[in-house]
């Protein structure tokens, strides 16, 4: 005999009451979490740029131990799991130090929030790191080998020589590793941090509508994903290349990935 099935009935009211942001937004909790994942995303995937572009250099280095020391940064951060990270980071380092409230440019960034950043930023350097290395590599070394010759000292060549053409290289990848950010900041939920689905999850703890709720949601990272799509294709039509950009929209970009790139997020994700 086949067990029953109970009919579960769709609440359209509830759906697009919390779609449509007019709506939406006048619960202060779901405005707020909103902004918090997009400064969250923002502020990570920067501290992921500056170390990764860092971990670069260093990776370059000629002293083997600085070397060793970037690569065992790597093999931790891309071996272990993000959510275990960010646990580690709050729940363990809390034993030592509590992360308290700072304010910042009119924001307050409650401790698990500011966990969440720098755990995500951490992370990302790691792939970012690999970034970076990849686009250098992609330069060809006659070039930094023509600058030495001409007594072109080694962070000279790297500033006005390989990295304003690795850029080109670099941009790509990076655009996605954003893309990937404003999803990651989900898992921030682990160690308490309230952001957009943080907020529609304690929203859904007293409506009980988890189909409708996180439904609606899912159109707002959909959204925020297709926005960053439009923008990452105007930052590269300022570099150049056109004819590698026609065609890749922000929806291609999601049904088929960055067309083109160097295939380094790809590999490093792997």
């Known amino acids: 005999m086949l ?26 909790l779901i405005a707020s979490g909103f902004w918090v994942t997009i400064y969250m995303a923002v502020l990570a995937q920067t501290m992921g740029v500056v170390l990764g572009a860092v971990g670069a250099m260093m990776q370059m ?36 130090y509590s992360f308290p409230d700072v304010h910042l440019l009119g924001l307050t960034l409650p401790g698990a929030v500011q966990a969440g950043i720098i755990g995500l930023g951490l992370n990302e350097a790691a792939f970012m790191t690999e970034i970076f290395r990849a686009g250098i590599s992609s330069i060809d070394r006659g070039q930094t080998e023509a600058a030495k010759a001409l007594g072109m000292p080694f962070r000279t060549t790297m500033r006005w020589v390989i990295l304003p053409q ?36 304690q929203v859904n703890a007293v409506l009980f509508k988890p189909f409708e709720l996180f439904l609606a949601v899912s159109f707002y ?18 570099l150049g290349d056109q004819k590698r950009l026609r065609g890749s929209g922000p929806i291609t970009r999601l049904l088929r990935g960055q067309p083109g790139a160097l295939g380094t997020v790809e590999g490093a994700r792997r």
């Open 3 to 28: 067990p029953l099935i109970a009919t579960y009935h769709f609440d359209w009211s509830v759906f697009w009451a919390y779609l449509w942001p007019p709506t939406a937004f006048h619960n202060s």
């Open 166 to 201: 690795a850029t080109r290289v670099i941009i790509p990848p990076l655009g996605n590793e954003f893309n990937n950010m404003l999803k990651s900041t989900t898992l921030v939920v682990v160690i308490g941090g309230v952001e957009l689905f943080s907020a529609i999850s």
């Open 221 to 238: 990272y959909l959204a925020l994903t297709i926005v960053w799509g439009w923008i990452q294709a105007w930052i590269e039509s300022r």
């Open 61 to 96: 280095s000629h002293r083997r131990p600085v070397r060793w020391a970037v690569a065992a940064y790597i093999l931790w951060f891309r071996g272990t799991p993000l959510l275990v990270q960010l646990s580690l980071l709050y729940f363990g380092i809390a034993a030592i």
